[in-house]
């Protein structure tokens, strides 16, 4: 089970929002990348997110560049799965492959503050500040045994290939 | 029933008749990185303890999006990267050789591929029949070792063309419509397939801007068919040995169809900051404009820079507006100097960039200021972009951007022409 708050944003929210292109340079500097984390959506967001904190978007969010220290940046900040009612092709793959779970689900009723629990397993999410029970979309198999290895690395690392 | 072209490349590459919705396991023909993914694609490579590349000499990396290295980090990065190619020998495209996707279409990629790159842009190969999508970092470290990786086979959009530019409309006029009309999630995971008679009037060039932006509408791939157009251009990169025809079947089946009259379109600019946030150009006129940036995967080629100086030639830029522009490739950059298009270019009053992504994604080479508005021919116009993200970047065409150069806001070209 997952806890924490839900930290609320817009539809659109694009890689350049979570991690703008002009910080390319500390690419290869995490600690100092993340820092900058969500920064043109919220410039106070690395400061106020905690461990188990939730990120809820709206639609179509990550959209945008390819670059994978999107859903990096986020999960080094501590945030424990991104809701969404919708998710970029390429964000989606990347959280997956970095374990980071990605939830499809209506997000309109959960509102900036409110306490969460999620249910990987039940793919079901509790907004206990509303006391409403949401339920989520499966994940394609790929995506379950990718995301419960860890990743797509220490996925391949066991099986040595992809298993359908 | 029939088969659309993404259900017949990934059969192929597959060996499983691919269909919409389910989830395949692809021989990938050509796989590569660039400077901003490139090291952690390495890193994630090295952490899964992989010993050799699948296929060395289909594993490039590109060297174009902070390329010549503007600072020490990124220097760094640089030399990562270049060490990695030493001791794997997969290919290098170092600076100076060009934008990835422009070198991806001019020497690489063949109809009937399958091409993973760790750049968003990388479905502009499906202008010449190619499979074609951007992927992560992770995503790519694994073709790098195993040459293969796993799809969901998308369901498939059909936009059938009929018709032909007008004078002053380009392609980028036609797929910013599009964008406008479908939305930036109107094809997400979904294939977007171009058909119809209108195509044999689409040259690579103008298919290369159309498939490069199918990704802002949220796409897998952007493809078009494999015909005498791309038969042509393979001839004229000495590659006709690459071409084979390719095509849908006639009874295909495609979750929907948009038809668009190429006749019908106007010059067209997406506003800040969406690139779903279109407007025709003579909208906006009296919009100042600071900086003008041509070129990029988008609109950084020959045709691109042939028709900016044809708008261009004996007039100069706006005092108040600043002109970059960055050949996609040598190969532009060279064609464009014998045709004597960048003179025209220079003496306007532009700045030439050597062959790379430039201002496109403010790293170097024209970073915005706070409450500065640039009008570029590049993808995107997310907030923050190009630097500040108190700036403003407006979307359109080479002849939009080289109207607006003239007047310093934002111009129908057909007003110039």
Known sequence: MLKGRAFKFGDSISTDHIIPGRYAYLRSNLPELAKHVMEDADPDFAAKVNKGDFIVGGSNFGLGSSREHAPLVIKMAGVSAILAKSVARIFFRNAINLGLPVLICDTDGIADGDELEVDLAKGTVYDKTKGEKLTFSRLPKVMLDILAKGGLVPYIQKYGDFKL | MGKTLAEKILSLKSGCDARAGDIVIAQVDLAFAQDTTGPLTVRQFQAGNFERLANPQKTVLFFDHAAPSPNRELANDHRFMRQFARETGCLISDVGGGVCHQLVAESLAKPGDVIVGADSHTVTAGALGAFATGMGSSDVAIVFALGKTWFRVPDSIKISVSGELRRGVMAKDLVLQLIGAIGADGATYKALEFGGEGLRNLKISDRLTVANMAVEAGAKVGLFPADRVTRGYLNHQKRGEDYQPLAADNDAGYESQININLNALEPTVAKPHQVDNTAPARELKGTKIDQVFIGTCTNGRLEDIATAAE???????????????????????????????IQILVEAGAAIMPPGCAACLGLHQGVLASGEACLSTANRNFKGRMGSP????????????????????????????
């Open chain 2, 311 to 341: 708008i261009l030639k004996g007039k100069k830029r706006h005092p108040r507006t600043r002109f970059i522009v960055a050949p996609a490739s040598p190969q532009v950059l060279l064609d464009a100097i014998s045709a004597g298009y």
């Open chain 2, 390 to 417: 108190e700036a403003f970047i407006y979307l359109g065409s080479p002849a939009t951007a080289a109207a607006t150069v003239i007047t310093g806001e934002i111009t129908d070209p057909r007003e110039v022409m």
